[in-house]
């Protein structure tokens, strides 16, 4: 396990919030001045989080990794026990599907899923070091 250290993606690797607010996330995605594009860490350094009540299921994450690391599939049963009321509902209306990552070791952190989701449901953050 490791402690979920938050990263403010933003902050460290944007070269400008405004300018990225003034494109469309496709252009973003496509666009290799995008947030996170100097970004390259070793895998395993960093690990994407999906802020799951925030999940949409629209895939948009499996289509911009490069490496592979999420899937859209049917919630975990423990996952959906523990959203609310209102968060239940809305994943029945996507057809009880969440994004998870089961190859998350393989992030490089490039970025390319924060930028693509349309839902902010995406964290990148850093695993500490361990002696
Ligand atoms: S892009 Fe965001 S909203 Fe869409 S499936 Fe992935 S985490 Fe969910
Ligand atoms: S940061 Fe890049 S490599 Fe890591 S999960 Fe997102 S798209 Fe894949």
Not at 50 to 59: F, G, K, L, R, Y
Request: net charge positive.
């Amino acid at each position: 396990m490791f402690a979920k250290t938050a990263l403010d993606w933003g902050a460290r690797c944007s070269d400008s919030d405004d300018m990225a607010k003034q494109r469309s996330r496709s252009d973003l995605v496509r666009d290799p001045h995008r947030p996170g594009d100097k970004c390259r860490a070793e895998p395993g350094t960093y690990l994407p989080v999906v802020h799951q009540p925030s999940c949409e299921a629209d895939n948009a994450c499996v289509a911009a990794c490069p490496y592979d690391v999420f899937e859209i599939r049917t919630i975990d049963g423990t996952d959906y026990t523990r959203l609310s009321i209102k968060n239940k509902l809305k994943v029945r209306v996507h057809g009880m599907k969440m994004a998870y990552t089961p190859r998350a070791e393989d992030c490089r952190a490039c970025g390319l899923c924060v930028v693509a989701c349309p839902k902010d449901a995406i964290t990148l953050v850093k695993v500490p070091v361990t002696a």
